[in-house]
């Protein structure tokens, strides 16, 4: 993909637009939310420093004013945003919404484009990117709209037996769905620059031919009538570059992906209608189920590589906000339709999973602080990457906060009062804390963390029909108060993760890129005492010190020291699926598609099973992808089928790669590493010859070590 340029594409215009004039309505929104943050956030500043024995006048002091101030600031926006939101909800009509500006458009005509739809895999559960792949493909054949459209599963795969098993699925599923003509597979050798890299591949080579994409993660669903409306709001606003869905978190039976689940139905509307009312045409972009106008994707997204090592250097790793500053950059919009529904997507199954995935953003959104000051980028976008930066410093913030506060607490005990600080007065003044202003202060931070969510559930009764989609009016209620309680305990686990990721981040750690973990499953006690275990030492010392040296404070600090202390439980109760169904089974953290299951899901599900018996008459489970496509004559032809045809090789390649087969005679498959077995894998020669002497051979030692 070229490098992104500062050249503005000539974008056609369109009359009595109905989102027309929203960058002025954009500016004014921006403002009164920056002067309410800086007013709430001085107010915030004023009253921790009088709480203060010194008044925030000692060095010690002036450091905790100054950390709750920024803290402050950062929980208020989330606060502000969400009563936005509320505004935005409650109101009879919004100009600005995308889905609805305009005529409603819910079919296409044949004059929109073609549109591909990208799904970006790597080492992934084959089972599962073909059954949600054929689930999106049917339900976009239900409307009929079908011929529109082609999807590409573009693989960076590095397991061998993956590799081959995505192969047989492909052409399972193309021979189930009868669409050879519109599913594409392909495997690319080179795994550069990740998921960016690889959708830019797909552009160079094959999106000129397509006018828009939509991008899919391996675990996404989209039903069929939403990619046509999709595809239609992209032809009715020709300034839009992106559109961004929301995907709605679904299928998972742990507690804590439940819990996940929960939340973001229930409180979800409100915090997105909210960040829609403050961006409008800057949004962001998630990097997945979302489409994208593919003309000024190809001529302005092309991500530069940053100077210097990984991970604060190399390769973008969070590619997808860059992306849609860079194509406001190119003078196209970015909208986020925060009310189209049928967009799903799966979440990791347990919190260990949850913080595996947290850390390669954490590096990506560090990398972002580099990108803060490039030149062309609007403002809008640069506060989404200090926001995005901010979502994971304000953990070692608050790690910070608790330092010295601790500090403060215990110096207290020792220090010596001075009760005349300003020479000669005539009354003393006495050091005091304000515990009443303390409380005040915490009243107010619980108000700015807890109120949206209340005003989430009452705006869910009210709009809603009583919370039926949820279970009902009091199994809602029950639900919420149990999500906040384990919020509250998960809040300081995630906090001490968040600040290590930063710090490694800062220190120059590199990440290792593992695929998440698609489906449910639970976390062992010994991996839980491996990851949590400082955690739980942390929290018993400070505990420890605070009780003996000042017990007062320890009592304000327990909501933080003992979830660090049961963290190793938490992690491992949350992660069981049994326990997930005991609360389903009490009828809480439902969410409305498990009372009323979408028809995409059920095809999902149907896909599941049927993809699963396939793949098992096959063997795969027992012998492998690699074994299959070296002794299979079908699927060693469908293999070779994918390569490029046999080329003259420099003669050192040729013997090496003649020596792995002669490696695999000898040894057979357990003798060969993964590496091996890659490039064996990627030479149709030596498929070939490996193939033909295998089944020719008279020895029944390797008869026996191929399986055969």
Known sequence: MPESSNKTSEIPAK????????ERHAKLRRFVLVAILLSSTYAGGYYIADILPGRGNTTLESAIVAVFAI????????????????????????RFNITRAGPLKVSLDGTEGRTAILMPICNEDVDRVFAGLAATYQSLEGTGQVEQFDFFVLSDSSDPDRWVE??????????????????????????????????????RRWGRSYKYMIVMDADSLISGETLVRMVCLMSQHPKTGIIQTVPHPVNRETLVARLQQFSSRLYGPMF?????????????????????????????????????????????????????????????????????????????????????REQRWCSGNIQHIRLLFMRGLFLAHRALFLQGVLSYVASPLWVSFLCLSTAEAITEVFRSPVYFPEGYALFPQWPTWYTQW????LYATSIILFTPKLLSMLLVVFRKGHGKSFGGLLRLFFSMIFEVLFAVLFAPVRMLFHTKFVLFSLFGRTVEWIPQKRLDHETGWFDALRFHGFGTFLGLLWGFMLFFYNEAFFWWNIPIIMPLI?????????????VG???????????????ETPPVLKLLQKHLEKISESLSRTNLTSKGGFVLAVVDPLINALHRSFLPKERKLLPEIRERRNRLVEKALSNGPQGLNPKEKREILSDPFSMRRLHVQVWETSDKKLSEMWGL
């Not at 995505?166 to 080179?190: K, M, P």
């Not at 849609?324 to 970015?334: C, D, H, K, L, P």
């Not at 049961?566 to 049994?578: A, D």
């Open 272 to 356: 997105n209608a909210g960040l829609h009312f403050m961006q409008l045409g800057d949004s962001h972009f998630w990097g997945h189920n979302a489409i994208i106008r593919v003309e000024p994707f190809m001529e302005h997204c092309g991500l530069p590589e940053l100077p210097g090592k990984p991970p604060r250097g190399g390769y973008i790793m969070s590619h997808d906000f860059v992306e849609a500053a860079f194509m406001r950059r190119g003078g196209w919009e970015v909208w986020f339709a925060y009310e189209l529904e049928g967009s799903y997507e799966e979440i990791p199954p347990t919190l260990l999973d949850e913080l595996k």
């Open 166 to 203: 995505e192969e047989i699925a492909w052409a399972e599923t193309c021979r189930s769905l009868n669409s050879h003509n519109h599913l594409f597979y392909r495997h690319r050798r080179v795994n550069l620059k990740r998921k960016s890299g690889n959708i830019a591949d797909f552009c």
């Open 566 to 578: 049961l963290s190793v439980p938490l992690s491992v109760l949350t992660s069981r699926g049994s």
């Open 71 to 94: 803290l402050f600031a950062w929980i208020s926006i989330g606060f502000w945003e969400a009563m936005a939101g509320l505004f935005n909800l409650v109101r009879p009509f919004d």
């Open 581 to 595: 169904r005991f609360f389903r089974k009490l009828g809480l953290f439902l969410i409305p598609e498990e009372l």
């Open 438 to 441: 303390a409380h005040a202060l």
């Open 15 to 22: 009359k009595k637009d109905p989102l027309r004039n929203w």
